[in-house]
């Protein structure tokens, strides 16, 4: 676990030109290099490199920040994992904090586990390749199938001999522990206390996850064995490091091509896979018959919103695609369907066509799930009003799913257009299931403020120091941790969904300031004694936000607030360089977007910066007083709709203390603007 004086040596040794050499080819433009953006189709250089800021940003897609979050993004990396990506390429040795013995005995049963399946991989390549059976058989197979060598390389495919024990002997031969054989599922205990191999006489499908890592195995009973035979492919079991529920196959070698095309494509099995990679189409993945899982589905998210289900245009490939929907779209994501000419399956299909062939039929073929589910459950209505109104339910279901208020009103139009019904029968069925989230959302909301009541008096600071590898993956975007703060008005402000909202706009503006000036002076003030002391942007911003009982709503924009008030006074202390070597990569990202958003990688706005920065004294309060009258108007406008809610106009009690606080808002507003020396007129 990555300690903060390597994370720092990593970062001043990390040459970002060097690092991103390797990926694009970049030529010398004034002082900064541009090229070709890795992650969108770019025609013309739109991706800049600043060795001076260390920072790289693509003024197209807007991707970008310091040379970790480039290997993150690039690679598809997690931030510990890119930190020793960058620790290797530079020889720099990983120090990390002592851990307990509970961890190293974790830690070495994990990576025991790895170590195995990596030598399992290199076992089953070598019989593929050099044993008389691998090359006869395993090849032939694979040939049979029209698979390339370069994609059986690609895919790291193998072959176990019909010796049932053959890959024991050899672990055991090699000083492979029995424990770490069984516990991978290579190999399974007879009662006699020996073991015997899992995947004997089958060709060998690794998993990897997105970093490479061996997970398990797929195994697949070769045509000869296959009649009679229930259970023609095989996997690893469940172990501590992998869940067949959890992960994608093909996802390793999918990533980058998902992330550039902005689109994943999802089949069914192993070889739908590798023969959509052998025409020429990588950003595909496969759950591999499990139903789809949420795990699954947020792996996929990280790299894209937009996800295409592929399948086979026979029943089973039908019911396959309804089954997946509903769980898409609640998770946020696009979702489009592509169903194959009957008898094909895409390892067919693609056989058959090369690339742009198979994507011209994706583009023509495709549909979105709105127009799929309801055509394909009109065919089984039959003008039955019975089956017609559980069809309407069924729909308005799955388009209540969707989080996002636009999509769910466009797709609600699309549904009552092709069934030819009234817009407000189906508004209708989802306003029930919007209420019920609603519901849901209140409760949660009770039981967080229970929970931050418990908590308001205790104190908590945020420190950087050794910090978890667990703990340095990004979190969500807005975690569920925040710091209380003192005699903060109670808020009916929404936990999420701020972006859309005006104040979050000022809000970013003084989260900007914060990183870029943190630690300069803002104005002097005199104490107790008469002796003037020299207010920084920082403490400006702490003390006029607690004068009102504000904070900001993001908890990431709260937590880079108190990390910067408690380490502004240490020596030659920079909020802009604390932050860009932030172990928390979402925090790093972010003051990364922001520091680049203000230098544009160029020296044009040079000049309108330094002009910032000499007038902080009137820059500061403003975006402050900008701020607190947005979030304040927002906060009285919310509590006026909590107000009008069926449940809170029924419950007098309830009604009475939202009153009393949209009083108590009014009442902050007019002294705020007091002090700001304006005039609010007040809305109600």
């Not at 390797?22 to 992650?39: D, M, Q, Y």
Request: charged share 30%.
């Amino acid at each position: 676990m990555i300690d903060q004086p390597t994370i720092d040596r990593i970062l001043d040794a990390a040459q970002i030109v060097d690092v991103v050499s390797e990926f694009v080819t970049l030529r010398k433009r004034g002082v900064n290099f541009v090229g070709l953006c890795p992650f969108h189709n770019d025609k013309t250089p739109s991706f800049y490199v600043s060795p001076a800021k260390g920072l790289c940003k693509c003024f197209a897609c807007g991707k970008g920040g310091n040379v970790v979050h480039f290997i993150m993004e690039h690679e598809q990396m997690s931030y510990p994992e890119a930190l020793r990506w960058l620790a290797q390429k530079y020889h720099i040795e990983i120090k990390e904090r002592e851990l307990t013995s509970e961890e190293k005995e974790a830690q070495t049963v994990r990576e025991s586990l790895f170590v195995v399946n990596e030598f399992a991989r290199d076992y089953f390549q070598n019989i593929l390749y050099n044993h008389i059976d691998g090359k006869s058989i395993g090849m032939q197979y694979f040939r049979q199938r029209g698979i390339r060598d370069d994609i059986v390389k690609k895919f790291q495919l193998g072959y176990s001999t019909s010796a049932n024990d053959g890959l024991a002997k050899e672990a055991t031969r090699k000083g492979y522990k029995k424990e770490f054989l069984v516990k991978t599922g290579l190999c399974y205990e007879k009662e006699d206390g020996s073991i015997r191999d899992r995947f004997w006489g089958r060709v060998i499908f690794p998993w990897f996850n997105i970093s490479g890592k061996i997970l398990g195995f797929g195994g697949r009973v070769l045509d000869s064995r296959t009649k009679g035979v229930s259970q023609k492919y095989i996997n690893s079991p469940e172990s501590e490091i992998f869940s067949k529920r959890k992960e994608l196959y093909g996802i390793y070698q999918a990533k980058s091509a998902i992330v550039k095309a902005d689109c994943v494509y999802m089949v069914e099995g192993y070889t739908d896979v590798i023969a959509m990679h052998q025409c020429g189409l990588a950003n595909v993945v496969a759950n591999s018959g499990t139903a789809l899982s949420e795990e699954q589905i947020r792996l996929l998210h990280r790299f894209t919103s937009n996800i295409t289900l592929l399948y086979d245009g026979d029943e089973a490939g039908i019911k396959a695609s309804i089954r997946g929907i509903d769980m898409l779209l609640s998770e946020g994501m696009n979702v489009k369907v592509v169903l194959l000419p009957d008898g094909d399956d895409p390892d067919s299909f693609s056989r058959k066509h090369n690339a742009a062939e198979f994507q011209q039929y994706i583009n023509e073929k495709e549909e979105n799930f709105i127009r799929f589910k309801t055509n394909l459950l009109l065919k089984d209505t039959q003008n039955d009003p019975i089956k017609r109104a559980g069809l309407i339910a069924d729909m308005a279901r799955s388009i209540g799913l969707i989080p996002n208020e636009i999509i769910r009103y466009a797709c609600l139009k699309e549904c009552a257009g092709i069934l030819q019904i009234d817009e407000q029968i189906i508004q209708n069925e989802i306003k029930k299931i919007v209420r019920q989230r609603k519901d849901e959302y209140l409760e949660k909301r009770l039981k967080e403020k229970e929970a931050s009541e418990r908590i308001n008096s205790a104190s908590s600071s945020t420190t950087q120091g050794n910090i978890p590898d667990d703990e340095l993956i990004p979190p969500p975007p807005f975690p569920p941790e925040e710091t209380p703060v003192e005699n903060t008005i109670e808020s009916y402000l929404p936990t999420s969904g701020w972006e859309k909202m005006t104040f979050y706009a000022k809000e970013l503006q003084l989260v900007k300031a914060l990183i870029r000036y943190g630690e300069k002076t803002v104005c002097c003030i005199e104490d107790e004694n008469g002796q003037e002391i020299e207010l920084t942007v920082t403490e400006y911003i702490v003390m006029d936000l607690r004068q009102d009982s504000l904070q900001f709503q993001n908890p990431l924009h709260r937590q880079l607030l108190d990390e910067a008030k408690i380490h502004l006074h240490e020596p030659n202390f920079s909020t802009e360089r604390y932050f860009l070597a932030h172990p928390n990569p979402n925090i790093s990202r972010m003051a990364a977007d922001m520091i680049s958003d203000r230098y544009r990688l160029s020296k044009s706005n040079e000049k309108a910066i330094t002009k910032d920065e000499e007038r902080l004294h009137e820059l500061i309060p403003h975006l402050l007083i900008d701020f607190k009258l947005a979030i304040l108007e927002e906060d009285m406008k919310q509590t006026i709709q909590t107000l009008s809610l069926p449940e809170i106009a029924s419950d007098p009690q309830q009604a009475l203390k939202i009153m009393e606080h949209y009083k108590k808002l009014t009442e902050t507003l007019k002294e705020m603007a007091k002090r700001a020396g304006d005039r609010v007129i007040l809305k109600a």
